[in-house]
């Protein structure tokens, strides 16, 4: 599990494809590594990651082809900018959201433009996605715990705005994002579990077995008068 909050700016120093996926080699930078151990988790540019070897200075990864297809990193290449974010401990503060690291999607962003000090970012919303997209609600792209300043569903250009502030541009890769580039949307957790609680299978219902559990004996245990 992570925050949202992005620790670091890494490198791709490697993809190296095979048969089942591809390792990838991410040079840290300014993360902190002393806590690192095998097999712990690094969201990157919001993708769970497990650590199969490091350093100092750089993590391995390995990456399945499930997730190459489901996310943007059929779009990466050597020398890229990755936003990094180990996981949260129980006693980290919680500064953005509840993030899981899996990614619903693939945004683009349609357009860039300035507003005062900071920079507005309209990306493109994926139909099977956007009634998880709420107007002031959290959202995840590329691992960074934001907010939805607007929407517009209009019909075959749905997409979302968020305002970003100077120094989440400056702590992130989205000083690198240019119109078209592609990014992985998670949307929010909460949401996600609400719509399979009002939308599980009535059938499931059925096969539950039927409760002893009576106002009669409510009543009778004391519980009502």
Known sequence: MFTGI???????????????????????????????????????????????????????ADVSNE???????????????????????????????????????????????????????????????????????????DGTSLTVNALNESSGDAKFRLTIVPHTVKETVFAYYKVGTKVNLEVDLIARYLERLLTKDNTAEVSMPKSNVTEALLQKSGFIK
């Open 6 to 60: 992005i620790e670091a700016v890494g490198t791709i120093n490697a993809i190296n494809i095979n048969a089942q996926g591809a390792r990838l080699v991410i040079a840290t930078n300014t993360l902190d590594m002393n806590d690192v151990k095998l097999g712990d988790s690094i969201a990157t540019n919001g993708i769970c990651l497990t650590v199969v070897d490091f350093d100092q200075h750089s993590y391995s």
């Open 67 to 141: 997730t190459l297809t489901r996310t943007g990193f059929a779009h990466y290449n050597v020398g890229m900018q990755v936003n990094l974010e180990k996981a949260m401990l129980a006693s980290t503060r919680f500064g953005g959201h509840m993030v899981s690291g899996h990614v619903d999607g693939i945004s683009e962003v349609l357009s860039i433009t300035h507003n005062g000090n900071s920079i507005e970012y309209w990306l493109s919303m994926p139909a099977d996605l956007a009634h998880y997209i709420a107007e002031k609600g959290s959202v995840t792209v």
